[in-house]
């Protein structure tokens, strides 16, 4: 039986000097990789990869179709990039920023990200299930009906974003600062809502998930 990756290019992109920018590649030069390193790709569309990881790369302007699961990033920028529908399940993010990227149905399933930054991002439907999230920062983004079920998270900072119609089933918010974002119309077990900071209006709306009458 052949190996499929015997028959891959092994890592033979140039890096470059410390402090200096990263190379410019197109995808087509960078699809064979095993390793997609310090290199920088622009409007361009990079399709389901067979690469075991990005490190220290910026993407700007892309869009990512098809399946990236068990994937490392590392020290990777996202920016004006569409993950649409994609998959990206069982994956590594580790020091990578996203900024004004299109989520929208994207899965991040058992995903491990660790200092972490989404930035004005839309993920609208995106399905984060047992994610697990350490030393986050999710500024302006829309994650309306999105999934959070079975998540940990642990230190995640949270700064006016929309949790419209959000399942967070199984998931413990203590340590979460809902105050100055949107919540409304949430899933989640009266239980797991300890240790949660809230306005004065969202904790009218959890004392009616604990059976609460305010008058």
Known sequence: MTNKRSSKKTHILRRPEYGSEPIVHTWKECQNLDRIESVRIENDTIESCTADSFLECELKRVVFQGRFRGILFADVTFEHCDFSNAELDESQFRRC???????????????????????????????????????????????????????????????????????????????????????????????????????????????????????
């Open 97 to 215: 920023s996203f900024h004004n990227c299109r989520l929208m149905g994207t899965t991040f399933i058992r995903s491990v990200l660790e200092d972490v930054t989404l930035e004005r991002c839309t993920a609208v439907y995106a399905n984060f299930n047992r994610s697990a999230w350490k030393y986050a920062e999710w500024k302006e983004c829309s994650f309306k009906e999105a999934g959070f079920g079975g998540c940990s998270f642990q230190d995640v900072k949270l700064q006016e974003c929309d949790f419209t119609g959000c399942d967070f089933l199984e998931t413990k918010l203590a340590g979460m600062d809902f105050s100055d974002s949107i919540l409304q119309q949430i899933t989640v077990r009266p239980q797991d809502l300890k240790g949660a900071v809230f306005s004065y209006e969202q904790a009218v709306l959890c004392a009616s998930l604990l059976g609460v009458t305010i008058k």
